[in-house]
Nanobody, 122 residues
Framework: QVQLVESGGGLVEAGGSLRLSCVVSGRSFRSHILGWFRQAPGKEREFVAAVAWSGWNLYAASVKGRFTVSVDNGQDTVFLQMNKLKPEDTALYYC????????????????WGKGTQVTVSS
């Protein structure tokens, strides 16, 4: 069974950092893209970043320069390092996977984790 499990969320003050992890199991995703999305209360889910196992990556304009996405091939884990956090980064963060070569559209992603909450206080 395919599973994606996120962890690392929490409460942090503005300007602080968090590192999210997403462990992938049940299927080889070497040819897939891993994406991070987030959804704040009352808002639509939005793209944050995506990475390929080769190291290719893509970022939303709102997080570029503050967030870094990476993979650990040996542990089938994807990371999202979040620095200089802002209150507007508060959301439930999800990881997901897509067989597309590159995508920032959640409709292209077929497997999803349950999310990890990130709360940034002002």
């Amino acid at each position: 069974q395919v599973q994606l499990v996120e962890s690392g969320g929490g409460l942090v003050e503005a300007g602080g950092s968090l590192r999210l992890s997403c462990v992938v199991s049940g299927r080889s995703f070497r040819s897939h893209i891993l994406g991070w999305f987030r959804q704040a209360p009352g808002k639509e889910r939005e793209f944050v970043a995506a990475v390929a196992w080769s190291g290719w990556n893509l970022y939303a304009a709102s997080v570029k320069g503050r967030f870094t996405v990476s993979v650990d091939n040996g542990q089938d884990t994807v990371f999202l390092q979040m620095n200089k956090l802002k209150p507007e980064d508060t959301a439930l963060y999800y990881c997901a996977t897509t067989p597309n070569s590159s995508s920032q559209y959640d409709s292209d992603y077929d497997y999803w984790g349950k999310g990890t909450q990130v709360t940034v206080s002002s």
